[in-house]
């Protein structure tokens, strides 16, 4: 069993960037994919992006090149880089550790 932890969102810009993390309780090494979703308003939840252990990424169309994930596994953290955000970013973005567990989740809010 992990906790997962997400901070870093906020309000910002339409063009403008935020930084998530998303804090384990418990190190990561073995856990195989982590990954980012988020779900907005009246909409089903969507994965953004995830990495496995080995390191290999994989993201949403809608994000790619935009979003960049990334780990860490001597703080137990797994941040996901958000650059040139639009307003359809707006959503509440959750962790995720092998499919199973999540974070609360944490808002991001980009105005036009």
């Known amino acids: 069993q992990v906790q997962l932890v997400e901070s870093g969102g906020g309000l910002v810009q339409a063009g403008g960037s935020l930084r998530l993390s998303c804090a384990a309780s418990r190190s990561i090494f073995s856990i195989n994919a982590m990954g980012w979703y988020r779900q907005a308003p009246g909409k089903q939840r969507e994965l953004v992006a995830f990495?496995?252990?080995?390191?290999?990424?994989n993201y949403a169309d809608s994000v790619k090149g935009r979003f960049t994930i990334s780990r860490d596994s001597a703080k137990n953290t797994v941040d996901l880089q958000m650059n040139s955000l639009k307003p359809e970013d707006t959503a509440v973005y959750y962790c995720?550790?092998?499919?199973?567990?999540w974070g609360q989740g944490t808002q991001v809010t980009v105005s036009s």
């Open positions: 990495i496995t252990s080995a390191g290999w990424t």
């Open positions: 995720n550790a092998n499919h199973d567990y």
